[in-house]
């Protein structure tokens, strides 16, 4: 193998480096300074391979050649490792370096070319010209644009800079090292070389929607940088709002919300480059707010790793499941007090406890067709078992929503094998005996209210017919079912508590108050009720209060005179009927202090005078007179 000539001693005639100028572009300003026709002819005259200092390796052989500090060269010039180059620590892709480019601020150019104390060329190339992901300068806000060495021209127009200028392009030019570095989580695990494509996708995902690529022609790659690093600094958490911000927005399928359909093309890019471990914590961060976002369903594979427990349900999901409508199971999930998961899905999710615990009530429960199969009813028999209290629903019927109400499987079985404890088997129904629904026909009763009697030990079955499942099989004398209707009550009709209030209307408004406690019992054929007020209730109104009428009776007077005596002694009525006339009722306690009347302090009322009795003569009417007044008479003839 050839050895490398040795390169020519120090130049007579030097340039002083710009900041951030690499070794490549001095030697190319040099080669210009000393009229050369080309800057790789000029370094194979001085022993250097053109190549070879574009690719950084022979940085100090130009440092010696220039007469300049080695470092400070080797500080600005990337070094090419295969696929990447370096600069420093720091990686950036192979093809997102490219000093072929010449690119180029034309403002930076200018600002060069106005020093005078430095000898020219005095404009400088900038190392972070040839990083392709920056299209635009950060100082002035000016496109780089490619052009050809010492091509003159006005400055380009700058792009207005935003309030918070290019945050983008100054990061990633804190991170080579030609400026103030910022601290970003996120993007500071990652290498360059990973997160400028991050940061440029997001961008473009923020710009231009879910399913955008950075890549597409019709997207304007300039402002992606900027745009994009908003998804990574500013806030308490800025990537995880950023993904709360997707998630908000996506359109769920059929009621689910994938990964796919929430992070778009970001979960895309990352699940299709899950191997590329540079990616790892920007991946775990994504699946991390996916598990806790996301109804996720366990073994599924997120990001190169299985869900091994989800946090999260849908009601479409627990629908499939159990086996029920959506509307039952947010009946269901409202009954048992779950309410939705805080977060930013678009549709409502439900904690896995809660999930777990709707899954077990619906498994303890069932329909209305399944009880009344399993108890051996009609549809009015069952029905009426429930009107009775029986069996008391999980869930009752709704409308359109749930036409059936649902009921727990254990109090179905309680109440099949409650009213047959004790009870012996028969071969033959006895006589004057019917089974359950006929004992109900012949007894002018309901099979509710029999079912009721029988639970609550009122009534004795008689056994147990063979070869009748369920209720039906039960065997009761028809006498004892029509005595249980004709049972006399102990309470107050409703019509006697009329009679003895006195008026319908202030009794009504007794029952609206709450004195007074009304009731529906049954009263005979098909289910008949009657209204009832409780002995006790009446009994203790009785105790509280006594009517204007009462008293008066008791002093022997009227009741009006009852009422003025009270007033003039201060005592006002507790309550009374609103028509004129109506009884009027008053506290016990207030009515005690009213000392009794007596024959000589009881007013009389002076004698209304008798016929003839007066000023004025009593005139009797003549029989002709009468006659004229009453119609169809006729006047008798005078003799």
């Known amino acids: 193998m050839a050895s490398r000539p040795e390169p020519a001693a ?16 001095l030697l190319e300003r040099l080669s210009r300074r000393y009229g050369a026709g080309s800057p790789a002819a000029f370094a194979a005259a001085n022993g250097l391979d053109w190549r070879s200092v574009v690719a950084g390796r022979d940085t100090d052989r130009v440092a010696a050649l220039a007469g300049v500090d080695a470092g400070a060269l080797r500080a600005a010039t990337f070094v090419v490792e295969g696929a990447t180059v370096r600069l420093g620590d720091e990686i950036v892709a192979r093809a997102d370096w490219s000093p072929p480019a010449r690119r180029r601020c034309r403002a930076c150019e200018a600002e060069d070319a106005a020093r005078l104390d430095a000898p020219p060329p005095r404009a400088f190339r900038r190392a972070w010209w040839d990083v392709r992901s920056l299209r635009r300068c950060p100082r002035h806000g000016t496109d780089l644009a490619a052009a050809a060495a010492g091509d003159a021209g006005m400055p380009d127009p700058a792009t207005t800079p935003c309030e918070a200028g290019f945050p983008g ?20 695990a990652l290498s360059l070389a990973a997160a400028i494509p991050l940061v440029e996708r997001v961008g473009a995902m923020r710009l231009h929607g879910r399913r955008a690529r950075s890549d597409a022609r019709l997207v304007d790659a300039g402002p992606l940088l900027s745009a994009g690093m908003a998804a990574f600094e500013g806030g308490p958490s800025p990537f995880r709002s950023f993904l709360d911000g997707l998630v908000a927005t996506a359109r769920p399928d059929r009621d689910e919300l994938t990964p796919g359909v929430a992070y778009g093309r970001l979960y895309g890019w990352l699940v299709h480059d899950e191997r590329d471990p540079a990616y790892g914590p920007v991946r775990e961060a994504l699946r991390a707010h996916a598990i806790a976002s996301l109804p996720l369903q366990p073994g599924r594979d997120l990001l190169g790793r299985p869900v091994t427990e989800p946090v999260l349900g849908t ?25 939705p998961a805080p977060g930013p899905s678009p549709i409502p999710l439900y904690a896995a406890a809660d999930c777990a615990r709707l899954a077990d009530l619906a498994a303890a429960t069932c329909w209305s067709a399944e ?14 078992v429930v009107s009775a209290g029986c069996l008391v629903p999980v869930l009752p019927r709704h409308g359109r929503e749930v036409r059936e109400d649902r009921f727990d499987r254990a109090a179905v079985e309680r109440l099949a094998v409650g009213v047959f404890t004790g009870v012996p088997r028969l071969r033959d129904v006895p006589a004057g005996c019917a089974p359950l629904p006929e004992a109900a026909r012949r007894g002018m009763s309901s099979i509710g209210s029999i079912v009721r009697a029988v639970l609550d030990g009122r009534l004795a079955p008689r056994g147990r017919v063979r070869g009748r499942a369920g209720l039906p099989g039960l065997v009761l004398r028809v006498a004892d079912v029509a005595a249980l209707q004709r049972a006399p009550s102990d309470d107050v009709p409703w019509t006697e508590v009329v009679a003895r209030v006195g008026d319908r209307g202030l009794a009504r408004s007794l029952v609206a108050s709450g004195r007074l ?83 000589a302090t009881r007013r009389r009322r002076p004698p209304r005078p008798g016929p003839g009795v007066g000023s004025r003569p009593v005139v009797r009417p003549s029989a002709g007179a009468v006659a004229d007044r009453l119609p169809g008479t006729r006047r008798r003839a005078a003799p």
């Open 10 to 25: 120090r130049l007579p005639l030097h340039l002083a480096p710009g900041s951030g100028e690499p070794a490549y572009a």
């Open 169 to 188: 392009e100054t990061y990633v030019l804190g991170r080579l090292g030609f400026g103030g570095r910022r601290r970003v989580p996120l993007l500071d």
């Open 315 to 339: 009601v479409a999901r627990l629908s499939r499941v159990t086996g029920l409508e959506k509307a039952t199971v947010e009946r269901l999930l409202a009954s048992l007090g779950a309410v």
């Open 371 to 384: 009880a009344r199969r399993a108890l051996g009813l009609t549809n009015e028999g069952m029905a009426s």
């Open 517 to 599: 406690g009304l009731r529906r019992a049954p009263c005979g054929f098909r289910n008949r009720h009657r209204r009832e007020v409780a002995r006790a209730d009446w009994a203790q109104f009785r105790q509280g209060f006594v009517s204007a009428g009462e008293l008066a009776r008791a002093e022997g007077t009227s009741a009006a005179a009852m009422a003025r005596r009270l007033s003039r002694s201060g005592i006002g009525p507790a309550f009374g009927s609103g028509s004129p006339g109506g009884p009027t009722f008053y506290r016990r306690e207030d009515v005690g202090t009213l000392p009794r009347a007596t024959p």
